[in-house]
């Protein structure tokens, strides 16, 4: 089926040699069911539902109160320090990189770079020396406030900082964080902080759309309005409890389907490299929500047509357990033509007048049929143009999509078990109080393995 809006729009039509009608008809009920319960305010995961209708209930009062910080950020300096981790900072990067220029920016634009991602001593040092000729704001976001990365990288930027502005700091460094809970709302309440919460029943893969996302993308100048007028929009239109209605759910029947057919590998694709971080969010949603008791499809991402050159030849004719959704774009705000030139040294005239994008198109499409011929099966997902408001319906639609894809599965969408444990070794090797008796343990399982 393929359901087309202005906005956006899904071609399901190369799955029909993979799967049938009859066999997706057998899951209409199960996917309305979920529907209710996911949208019940009884449901036994309404602790974790909340992002379903925040673009709905947007809080005008939190959308003014970040509207005027991120002015007053634009103002007084050339770059926000964004720290955070997975949830915590994927969402902002994806948006702000998918409309950002390529290459240099705007003279007087405030620059926001990323920190707490990675544990790379050379990554920090030298972003402290990046900031030392520019005037600097910071956002840290932990929703728990404990972990690692995040709270290493602030620890080392909140003394420079120190050391740097002195008292003013208390404005120089905004938390967003759980309401309540956790040592950065304690360090807010205390120290005075200005902060943003991340609401309780919003985790941090589908934060993009509360302060976690929103603040740091209106500091960089992103319409966040415009965002959450998308989502809002996609909130509305996937509110059919009937996958034929409901193309996020078609999307999660779908994968599920092929999930169960062998094809465990999706690789998400797109022709624009400004969707690279897109699709890392994307990962992070899908993996960190479906990949649980041994199921899920492993997320991965290919920007084309650089990578047909790298991993091309795999996905045409290697191992058959891949599927591909490609992302399109329909329109370009800017583009390159390609012109006549009168001694054809490079052959190329037949190219006359067609733009980059008109060829990027081709491609795609060429893609797509030689993909399919080779094995795999292909979904496409088109918006109109790479803008806030559609970028604010897709992501949306992935969340809903998301959330439908892992029910089916039969996992919870919202924790994180596998991560969770990575976190519990990592304090438990680095002598964090209350983790002795782990220590112990892994420490007699490293020795067997290393010694
Ligand atoms: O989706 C999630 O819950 C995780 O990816 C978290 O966002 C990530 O682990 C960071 O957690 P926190 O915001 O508590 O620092």
Redesign the pocket.
């Known amino acids: 089926m393929t359901v087309t809006k202005q906005a956006f729009s899904l071609n399901f039509s190369l799955l029909s040699k993979f799967i049938n009608e009859e066999e997706k008809n057998k899951y209409t009920n199960i996917i309305s069911m979920i529907h209710q319960e996911m949208h019940s305010p009884t449901s036994k995961d309404c602790d974790a539902l909340g992002w379903v209708d925040l673009a709905i209930k947007q809080d005008q009062k939190e959308i003014e109160q970040m509207l005027s910080v991120a002015n007053e950020i634009r103002t007084k300096s050339a770059v926000l320090i964004v720290i955070?981790?997975?949830?915590?900072?994927?969402g902002a990067k994806a948006v702000q990189d998918a409309l950002t220029p390529y290459f240099s920016k705007k003279s007087g634009e405030t620059e926001v770079i990323y920190a707490g991602q990675n544990m790379s001593g050379a990554y920090i040092n030298q972003l402290l020396q990046y900031v030392e000729d520019r005037e600097v704001y910071v956002n840290v976001?932990?929703?728990?406030?404990?972990?690692l990365?995040?709270?290493i990288s602030f620890r080392v930027i909140k003394s420079y900082m120190e050391k740097r502005y002195g008292d003013e700091i208390k404005n120089r460094i905004i938390l967003t964080?759980?309401p309540k809970n956790?040592l950065l709302r304690k360090l807010a309440q205390e120290e005075g902080y200005r902060s943003f919460e991340?609401p309780a029943e919003v985790?941090?893969?589908?934060?993009v759309l509360t302060p976690?996302g929103l603040f740091p993308l209106a500091a960089g100048g992103i319409d966040i309005q415009a965002l959450l007028d998308g989502a809002k929009q996609a909130t509305n239109d996937l509110m059919f409890s009937n996958y034929k209605e409901n193309e996020a759910y078609e999307y999660a029947l779908s994968r599920y389907l092929l999930e169960k057919k062998g094809y465990i590998i999706e690789i998400m694709a797109s022709f624009e490299p400004s969707l690279r971080n897109v699709f890392e969010w994307w990962k992070?949603?899908f993996g960190?929500?479906e990949g649980k008791d041994e199921k899920g499809i492993f997320p991965v991402s290919v920007t084309y047509t650089t990578d047909l050159h790298s991993i091309g030849q795999y996905i045409q004719a290697g191992k058959r357990q891949i599927f591909e959704t490609i992302l399109h774009v329909r329109n370009q705000q800017e583009d390159c033509t390609i012109q006549l030139m009168e001694n054809n040294f490079d052959q190329l005239n037949f190219l006359e007048d067609k733009t980059f994008h008109d060829i990027n198109t081709i491609a795609k499409n060429s893609s797509i049929l030689a993909h399919y011929d080779g094995g795999v099966p292909v979904i496409q997902v088109e918006i109109d143009k790479l803008d806030e408001y559609h970028l604010g319906y897709l992501l949306y639609f992935f969340e809903k999509a998301c959330a439908m894809s892992a029910y089916l599965s039969g996992v919870n969408p919202?924790d994180?078990p596998g991560?969770e444990s990575y976190?519990n070794n990592i304090f438990a090797l680095l002598n964090k109080p209350g983790y002795e008796s782990l220590k112990e343990e892994l420490e007699e399982r490293l020795t067997e393995i290393f010694d």
């Open positions: 955070g981790i997975g949830g915590s900072y994927l976001i932990s929703k728990s406030g404990t972990t990365e995040p709270a964080t759980d956790g991340v985790g941090g893969r589908f934060s976690v992070q949603l960190e929500s919202f994180q991560v976190k």
